[in-house]
C-alpha cells in the first residue's frame, strides 16, 4: 500500500513559521493530489491546500497569503510553508496523497498519521 510519514510540526509563537513536509512510500505507480488537512479541538477535519501533479494549488481561504504547497513529483513529496502563523491555525496536520498503487485500480486516498502544530499568542 502506500505510507504517508509526516514532519515538522512543533510549538512556535504568533507571527512565527513552521515548514510540514510529508514523503509517500509504498507500491505507488502514480500520485494525482498531494495536500495537508487539519483538525482543530472538536472541529471537522477542513482541506488547508492542496496541489495536483502538475502544480496547481488549491487554499482555504483561511490560509491564502500565508501558507504555501509545493511538490515533488520525482521524490513523492510534499511541503507546506506556513508563515504568520496564527493562534487559529493550531490542530492536527494530516498529509494526504490521492495515489494508484501496483495491487488496486483506480486512485483512492491515503492518510499520514498527523502531526500536531501549535501556535502560541
Same mark, same amino acid.
Given at each position: 500500500?502506500?505510507?504517508?510519514?509526516? #514532519?515538522?510540526?512543533?510549538?512556535?509563537?504568533?507571527?512565527?513559521?513552521?515548514?510540514?513536509?510529508?514523503?509517500? #512510500?509504498? #507500491?505507488?505507480?502514480?500520485? $494525482?493530489?498531494?495536500?495537508? =488537512?487539519?483538525?482543530?479541538?472538536?472541529?471537522?477535519?477542513?482541506?488547508?491546500?492542496?496541489? *495536483?501533479?502538475?502544480?496547481?494549488?488549491?487554499?482555504?481561504?483561511?490560509?491564502?497569503?500565508?501558507?504555501?504547497?509545493?511538490?515533488?513529483?520525482?521524490?513523492? *513529496?510534499?511541503?507546506?510553508?506556513?508563515?504568520?502563523?496564527?493562534?487559529?491555525? *493550531?490542530?492536527?496536520?494530516?498529509? $494526504?496523497?490521492?495515489?494508484?498503487?501496483?495491487?488496486?485500480?483506480? =486512485? #483512492?486516498?491515503?492518510?499520514?498519521?498527523? *502531526?500536531?502544530?501549535?501556535?502560541?499568542?
Amino acid at each position: 500500500q502506500v505510507q504517508l510519514v509526516e #514532519s515538522g510540526g512543533g510549538l512556535v509563537q504568533a507571527g512565527g513559521s513552521l515548514r510540514l513536509s510529508c514523503a509517500a #512510500s509504498g #507500491s505507488i505507480v502514480s500520485i $494525482n493530489a498531494m495536500g495537508w =488537512y487539519r483538525q482543530a479541538p472538536g472541529k471537522q477535519r477542513e482541506l488547508v491546500a492542496a496541489i *495536483t501533479s502538475g502544480g496547481s494549488t488549491n487554499y482555504a481561504d483561511s490560509v491564502k497569503g500565508r501558507f504555501t504547497i509545493a511538490r515533488d513529483n520525482a521524490k513523492n *513529496t510534499v511541503h507546506l510553508q506556513m508563515n504568520s502563523l496564527k493562534p487559529e491555525d *493550531t490542530a492536527v496536520y494530516y498529509c $494526504n496523497a490521492d495515489a494508484r498503487t501496483l495491487y488496486r485500480v483506480g =486512485y #483512492s486516498p491515503y492518510w499520514g498519521q498527523g *502531526t500536531q502544530v501549535t501556535v502560541s499568542s
